[in-house]
């Protein structure tokens, strides 16, 4: 009961607190500043000689995929890159942008990311400002804690080196929001490259190799919109030894749009979370990684929401269809695992192992009477049906029979034909087409009742009109197969029809034409993600089978990918267009294929901001309201109600600006409605405890990291217990 009593009593004296201040003018403004080390082994655009004030290097609008400057011209010949000692153009998207993979050798554009926070403090005249006329973040960091880099920076020219300074580097605060108050002013004074983009265009340009130079912006001048938000962007590189001096003023009031985990604007997570330490897995075959910037977790719990991606082999093809290895957790090692091809059943047998379409099997069923199909385990036959379509394309001509012979093929041979066995001179037999019936025909007896007295065993008698002999060769000794000869042995009268064997390989001799027909079932390798041809060669009539990844799978729809089993065939999937970055969405439209449109992000109250950013994706952070009077006071959001919708104010800052009259007196309506938010957030840690509180933080968008900063959400370190860290019974 008394905890309860305490946490009520306790709102009551922070709520009354809250309402009677008033609001002030922010003291200071932090950034986080991302450094870029670089070294003029890695870059050849550091150290080079003396410059000068280059204007124009840079492209005026920022590009909005990679979010840093681009050159107007990547020769390295044109006069304005040789004015900017731009000696190697290529080399200019690492300025900004991390390349640690980067081999170790001359112009790899290696660098070494860093991190910094640059706070700027607020001037009696109610401007941030940064200055530093010694301006040398990184000292003995990146590159240069190794002692024999730090010999780059040395006057070897001068007999007493000059003093140690890491020289070389560049660095951007970028994707910061303001919200356009109708006055601001941004001013720069300093060396080297400095560029300054707001809304995308570039407002500030110092490029090239330069004593100190000064730039200031009246944003007045620039056609922005008052209470619009706008992005802006700064980049600033320092490639030369002499003096590394900066200087920055500005009325601009930066807000972050995210914190990492770790409670940094817009950090990465590695200031808390060191992946080699904090995330190691222990196994070998992972890549580790610390959580994304936004996640949202208490930080205790930090190793249980690191990344862990699966290495890939470098040694072997990812798809390579013959080679399911993988990654030996105890070694580290990629062993390869070689497919074992087995035959789907008894008339394949396994030949060899294609990376790309994986298994291929030699067809078994490959005689000339077979099909090269397998039914049921077995060659299928050619049979009376398939001679017809094999010889006389599908149409049976009634006058003879179709059969296989398992030397030659498929051959036909007359329906109406008489046998050498019981032959008759005097009869004639024909057939007729239409029906294929046979019929008979009698020769009168004096034309076919001669005498043959000389006949050999592959002859019969038959009479000339005058009645002499006139000897025949036996009926069956002409098969009608141009794909065979024929001959009969005189003194046995046996009778042989032998294969020409013109055609080889997977070719065969059409008993009709005599031609040599591709086959090319002969060529099914079993494997159903591959198109098998027979192609015949002209000059020696030889059959070559042809294997190729089947085209028949593709049918033509955009929006479908189309792949193959080697079992089950051809299949169809949906397709699925990945994001292009993190606010690119990706829609398949019929006929187009993957399109992109702008991820959508919604906003949960009025007082707050919802947009995409390329880095994290989907954020949400409080919207600024422009005041009245910008230099003297504050804009204010009131979310919207059952019964009103949302609103910006305007509170005087309290004290006031040395630039501002006094004598203006905040109301206690206003005040209060200006700890509306506030008194929410600690109504939520009071009366729910420290788990309440850190849910309504991460409902803000703000991680749960922050809240352990807090004193009042620790556990007492003198072993009691804290009434605000533990949740009400």
Same mark, same amino acid.
């Given at each position: ?31 986080? #500043? ?5 070294? &003029? ?25 990679? %979010? ?185 009031? #930066? ?11 817009? %950090?990465?997570? #590695? ?100 099909? %090269?199909?397998?039914? $049921?385990?077995?060659? $299928? ?14 149409? $049976? ?47 009168? &007896? ?122 089950? %065939? ?43 950013? $390329? ?95 807090? &004193? ?18």
């Amino acid at each position: 009961m008394m905890k309860k009593t305490f946490i009520f009593l306790y709102s009551c004296v922070v709520l009354f607190i809250s309402v009677s201040l008033a609001v002030e003018q922010k003291k200071s403004q932090d950034f986080n #500043l991302r450094i870029f080390d670089q070294h &003029p082994k890695y870059n050849n655009n550091f150290e080079p000689e003396n410059g000068v004030l280059t204007l124009n290097l840079v492209k005026s609008i920022l590009n909005e995929t990679s %979010g840093v400057p681009e050159l107007n011209t990547m020769s390295n010949l044109t006069t304005v890159n040789k004015n900017g000692r731009i000696y190697s153009p290529e080399l200019f998207k690492y300025f900004f942008a991390p390349n640690t993979d980067a081999p170790d050798k001359n112009n790899s554009g290696l660098n070494y990311p860093l991190d910094i926070t640059l706070t700027m403090n607020l001037d009696d005249k109610s401007n941030y400002f940064y200055d530093n006329q010694e301006f040398f973040p990184i000292d003995y960091k990146g590159f240069d804690e190794n002692p024999d880099f730090r010999n780059f920076h040395d006057d070897e020219s001068n007999s007493f080196p000059k003093p140690y300074h890491n020289y070389h580097f560049c660095a951007k605060i970028t994707n910061s929001r303001f919200t356009y108050k109708g006055f601001e002013t941004f001013r720069f004074i300093g060396d080297d490259d400095v560029w300054v983009f707001i809304d995308r265009k570039l407002v500030v340009d110092l490029g090239g190799l330069h004593t100190a130079q000064e730039k200031a912006v009246d944003l007045t001048k620039l056609g922005l919109v008052i209470n619009k938000l706008y992005v802006i962007d700064f980049f600033y590189c320092e490639r030369h030894t002499s003096r590394s001096t900066i200087r920055i003023e500005t009325t601009i009031e #930066l807000q972050c749009p995210w914190y990492d985990y770790c409670g940094v604007c817009q %950090g990465n997570g #590695l200031s808390c979370c060191n992946p080699a330490k904090d995330c190691d897995d222990s196994n070998p075959c992972t890549n580790d990684y610390c959580p994304e910037p936004t996640a949202v977790f208490n930080i205790k719990n930090l190793a249980d929401n690191c990344r862990h991606i699966d290495r890939l082999p470098t040694d072997w093809t990812i798809d390579d269809k013959c080679n399911t290895g993988k990654c030996n957790v105890t070694t580290g090692k990629f062993e390869p695992n070689i497919t074992k091809c087995i035959a789907p059943n008894s008339c394949k047998a396994a030949d060899h192992c294609d990376s790309g379409l994986g298994c291929i099997f030699k067809n078994l069923c490959s005689d000339v009477c077979s099909t %090269g199909a397998c039914i $049921e385990g077995k060659c $299928e036959t050619k049979n009376s049906k398939i001679c017809i379509d094999e010889l006389d394309k599908g149409v $049976e001509d009634k006058c003879y029979q179709y059969s296989c012979d398992p030397t030659v093929g498929c051959k036909k041979t007359p329906k109406c034909q008489q046998k050498s066995d019981s032959y008759n001179p005097c009869l004639v037999v024909s057939c007729d087409a239409p029906t294929g019936q046979c019929k008979n025909t009698t020769i009168p &007896p004096n034309e076919c009742n001669c005498t043959c007295n000389s006949l050999t065993k592959c002859q019969v008698r038959s009479c000339n009109s005058d009645g002499s002999c006139k000897p025949l060769p036996l009926p069956e000794i002409e098969d009608n197969n141009p794909c065979t000869i024929d001959s009969c042995d005189d003194a046995t009268g046996t009778i042989t029809h032998t294969p020409t064997n013109k055609c080889t390989g997977c070719s065969i001799c059409n008993g009709v034409t005599g031609n040599c027909d591709p086959i090319d079932k002969k060529c099914d390798d079993g494997n159903r993600c591959s198109t098998d041809i027979c192609i015949i060669n002209k000059s020696s009539n030889f059959g070559n089978c042809s294997s190729k990844p089947t085209t028949e799978c593709d049918k033509g729809d955009t929006c479908m990918v189309y792949s193959c089993d080697t079992e089950k %065939g051809c299949l169809a999937t949906p397709r699925v267009c990945p994001s292009k970055g993190k606010c690119q969405v990706g829609k398949c439209v019929p006929g187009k294929g993957c399109q992109y449109e702008p991820r959508v992000c919604k906003a949960d109250a009025f007082c707050l901001i919802a947009e995409c950013d $390329e880095t994290v994706g989907c954020i949400q952070f409080e919207k600024k309201c422009a005041p009245d009077n910008g230099r003297c006071q504050a804009g204010i959001c009131k979310n919207a109600t059952d019964t009103e919708e949302g609103q910006c104010d305007s509170v005087d800052f309290d004290p006031k600006p040395f630039i501002c009259k006094t004598a203006a007196v905040v109301s206690t309506a206003v005040v209060a409605g200006v700890v509306v938010a506030g008194a929410v957030a600690l109504g939520a840690a009071i009366f729910a405890g420290k788990k309440g509180y850190d849910a309504w933080k991460a409902s803000q968008g703000v991680t749960m990291a922050t809240s352990n900063a807090n &004193p009042l959400y620790e556990s007492n370190p003198s072993g009691g217990e804290n009434p605000i860290y533990t949740s009400p019974n």
